[in-house]
């Protein structure tokens, strides 16, 4: 059976007075995935019209598991503008995840914007054949945690036999290492942009300046063999960075049916 539920609410608030708007939301969620399974069967049934468990003499086997994930969020945004001209708003999500210890589950995650657009200043308004110019810049963060449940403790599994008094008994062990200081992992970018667009928006352009940069990074490390041969922990290690310049243009027009 699988059982997932979401909830979800937000509240919003818009106000505009003469040439300053305002706008507002505010909010949180919360997340529950539950996932489970069971399996029985057995054999030396006596005839086909017999179906019930008990009614099997040999071989007889169950299994089931269960998994149960959390996850509860804040989040908000504040927008406001000058005369539709000058563009400002601030993000923020604050989310709590169950993958992680107790102490490491919650993350805060910003982001920043602002917008200026030049077309409407009135030093561009004798430029007829310009349609839109706008300035942009941002900065923000998200943060990912994309791992295996229970990944902060270490893992027991069934069915590690040993020798006891020369007989082979069952047992288990601990056979996947863990990391309980593993938190989440975080990806901030910043964007500095230009855009336009000219004859009433039959071409337009964007030019971007990026810088995208990944850290603590959730990754599985290795553990030599002649410490038991067991699996490594996920540990916040290692970054990785991404930056460049994107241009795109773009032409729409018509001639005649083309």
Not at 63 to 76: D, I, W
Not at 152 to 157: C, E, G, H, L
Not at 240 to 253: A, M, P, W
């Amino acid at each position: 059976h699988v059982i997932n539920l979401t909830n979800f609410h937000t509240l919003t608030w818009d106000q505009r007075i003469g040439k300053h708007g305002v706008g507002a939301l505010g909010g949180f969620s919360v997340e529950s995935f539950n996932d489970g399974n069971f399996s029985a069967y057995n054999q030396g049934y006596l005839g086909n019209n017999l179906s019930e468990l008990n009614a099997g003499s040999t071989s007889p086997k169950v299994g089931g598991t269960s998994g149960q994930s959390r996850l509860l969020s804040y989040f908000g945004r504040v927008n406001y503008d000058f005369d539709e001209k000058y563009l400002f708003e601030v993000n923020f999500r604050y989310d709590g995840s169950s993958r992680f210890a107790a102490g490491k589950r919650w993350g805060f995650f910003p982001s920043f914007s602002a917008g200026w657009r030049l077309s409407e200043e009135d030093f561009l308004k004798d430029f007829k054949n310009l349609s839109n110019l706008k300035l942009r810049a941002s900065y923000g963060k998200l943060g990912n945690q994309s791992i295996d449940l229970f990944s902060y403790v270490d893992a027991i599994t069934l069915g590690q036999n040993y020798n006891f008094n020369g007989n082979i008994v069952s047992g288990a062990a601990i056979t996947q290492l863990s990391d309980p200081e593993i938190t989440w992992e975080t990806t901030s970018m910043t964007d500095i942009g230009l855009e336009g667009g000219f004859f009433k928006n039959r071409l337009t352009f964007e030019l971007d300046y990026f810088n995208k940069k990944t850290t603590n990074i959730l990754r599985q490390v290795s553990v030599p063999g002649q410490v038991g041969n067991l699996g490594g922990p996920f540990r916040n290690i290692g970054a990785v960075s991404n930056k460049g310049v994107e241009i795109t243009l773009d032409y729409r027009g018509s001639i005649s049916q083309f």
